[in-house]
């Protein structure tokens, strides 16, 4: 009897008491007992199951239960998977490969690279066991634009980007029947990237404000003087506009700052040319990503409160620093091949975290931080102690936080609403499996709520706890089959007591607006 995962529609082929009429189909899928027929156009083959376009719609079909007739019909043995990756060029030339190479290495394949031309390439996994080919990872790298447009035309099975799905395309996405791509099963933070000002090593300037930047690429600033630096024109670099890594800095520092870019900005495609550009002119102003600066210096992020803010692996991991960027993968509700299956499971694996971290982007691996590493940050709650933030205060929070240490797990929301942040919603995940596996039994979790610093203090605390008890039951809820009897999970908040930076920015509003993770 044939099986078919959406029940509803299942129902309706019984209802049909005919045969379907063939139109010009690829395909027929018969049940062995040949009582139900389904014609249709095959759209893919994972080695288990059929998708197959019908006058019903898209539908899965186990291949167990059905043959297969008709020129589409794949050649089941031996099987080969095929998985299409298209968008950003800085993942799949980069971060993607080494990931391959690394879950080749763990499951016995050999993986060869095969190039097509200067955007299309292949990664082929061979059994070393037999020498037969298992899997073909076709990579089309280009920009996260290209990614989603190659997704709603079904020339995908997975994005890669450097940006979040835009509300447009997830509507799109929805309508070509690729389900809700909002939802836990269609995306994931696969590493950590931030977007980061650099100059040449030559440049006197080393720290500049995030206001500062964005009116330099607004072409509000146009010499180095109003910098602290020498009296010469600002040369502005930036990666081009198609690129996903420019719509991110698009989203986190001009749109803050309500600017649009200036027309007199030199483009580059690719990352390593933007790097070489302005490690080589010492009048130049770059944006790149934290694991393409290369020979360039890194600007701090400064605040006119005195905070200070340096991008380094444990601060965007944290995301102190405020301009992160996550790399995402983007996948449809439909299933993909075994072997692609593992693949996603060996990328949230510590063996993957490791890979991440060589090849220069920002694993996921959760840190516990003890209090004497963490820098400024209880000399900044010292600095903003007054009347909103009494003595007696600051002296609770010692108290309670001394004896622990921080997770570099954090949870921040999206400007202007109570909706955590897409590597917040990736971290209730990966908090959740951590309670799942036992990782944290016989011990105690504190989630700690930090707020900005506007309104009352009193109500800013109010604002910070019931935050930070939202995290704690999202993470609960996610941690399905935990033993929550065996962790301790409890709950306070400081509200402005411990600012990240200035509260006189958007940016620094953001960075305040918190919840973190105390272990002990």
Known sequence: MITIIRAA?????????????????????????????????LLGFDGEFYRVETEYGELTVDSTGVQ???????????????????????????????????????????????????????????????????????????????????????????VMSLREMRPEERVRAREAGLGDMTGLNRSRV????????????????????????????????????????????????LPDTSSGLAQAISDQVMRPATLKFTDDITRHARPADLAEAVANDSFALGITSYAEQRDTDVLTLS?????????????IKTEDYPLTAPMFLYFPARRLPQVAREFLAFTRSPAAQ??????????????????????????????????EITL???????????????????????????????QSRSNVQQLARALEVGQYDARRLLFVGFSDGQGASFANRDIALRRAEAVRQAVITAAVTANLE???????AFGEAMPMACDDTAWGRQANRRVEVWVR
């Not at 998985?83 to 993986?111: C, K």
């Not at 065996?486 to 306070?492: A, I, Q």
Request: with cysteine; charged share 25%; glycine share 8%.
């Open 392 to 422: 007696e205060e600051l002296q609770r929070m010692n108290a309670a936080l001394k004896p622990m240490a921080r997770l570099s797990t954090s949870f921040r929301f999206e400007a202007g609403s109570v909706r955590l942040d897409a």
């Open 68 to 158: 297969c007739e008709g020129p589409g019909c794949p050649n089941l043995d031996p099987f080969v998977a095929e998985l299409q990756l298209s968008g950003s060029a800085t993942m799949g030339e980069v971060l993607m490969p080494a990931l391959i190479d690394g879950f080749a290495q763990r499951n016995g394949y050999t993986a060869v690279r095969e190039d097509e031309d200067e955007h299309r390439f292949t990664y082929r996994l061979i059994d070393e066991k037999n020498e037969q080919t298992v899997a073909l990872f076709m990579f089309r790298a280009s920009n996260s634009d290209e990614g989603f447009a190659d997704l709603l035309a079904d020339e995908a099975d997975i």
């Open 486 to 492: 065996r962790v301790t999970l409890d709950l306070d």
């Open 303 to 315: 605040g006119s409160c005195g905070f200070a803010l340096d991008a380094s692996r444990r601060t």
């Open 190 to 237: 696969l590493s950590l990237d931030a977007v980061v000002p650099v100059v040449s090593a030559s440049n006197p300037v080393k720290q500049i404000s995030p206001l500062m930047l964005a009116r330099a690429f607004a072409g509000k600033v146009t010499n180095w003087q109003a910098l602290g630096g020498p009296d010469a024109p600002i040369d502005l670099h």
């Open 9 to 41: 529609v299942l129902a309706a082929l019984f209802l049909c008491s005919a045969t379907l009429s063939a139109w010009a189909q690829d395909v027929a899928l018969s049940s062995r007992d040949g009582k139900i027929e389904l014609s249709g156009t």
């Open 354 to 387: 490791i890979v991440i971290r060589r090849a220069g982007f920002v694993d996921q691996t959760p840190e516990e931080i003890p209090v004497e590493d963490q820098g400024n940050r209880f000399t900044n709650a010292i600095a903003v102690a007054g009347p």
